[in-house]
């Protein structure tokens, strides 16, 4: 499963940053996609989830904040990042849960500077 992420970069505290994660088709309309986070020292972090119904979970530190989106005819998920704190500095990876598996994009980084 090969999903490809991007939109990361530099944003000052209080900007707007844009990620997206293209799936292929069979998982896009099937399998819930979400966004994860992992800054310097730290676990992985659940940040944003929708599944294939529409249904959208959000962490609490980016509930009000960020706002997961999918477009069904470029197979692509957005998570739109308002408000950006220095908090939200991390790598920001693209997930497709598959029947209990996990498959991973490739790290975006994300950095807000303060």
């Known amino acids: 499963v090969q999903l490809q992420a991007s939109g990361g970069g530099l944003v000052q505290a209080g900007g707007s940053l844009r990620l997206s994660c293209v799936a292929p088709?069979?998982?896009?309309?099937?399998?819930?996609l979400g966004w994860y986070r992992q800054a310097p020292g730290k676990q992985r972090e659940l940040v944003a989830v929708?599944?294939?119904?529409?249904?959208?979970h959000y962490a609490d530190s980016v509930e009000d904040r960020f706002t997961i989106s999918r477009d069904i005819a470029k197979k692509t998920v957005y998570l739109q990042m308002n408000s950006l704190k220095s908090e939200d500095t991390a790598v920001y990876y693209c997930?497709?849960?598959?029947?209990?598996?996990?498959?991973w994009g490739q790290g975006t980084e994300v950095t807000v500077s303060s």
């Open positions: 997930n497709a849960n598959v029947y209990g598996r996990n498959y």
């Open positions: 088709e069979m998982i896009f309309s099937r399998h819930a």
């Open positions: 929708v599944s294939s119904g529409g249904s959208i």
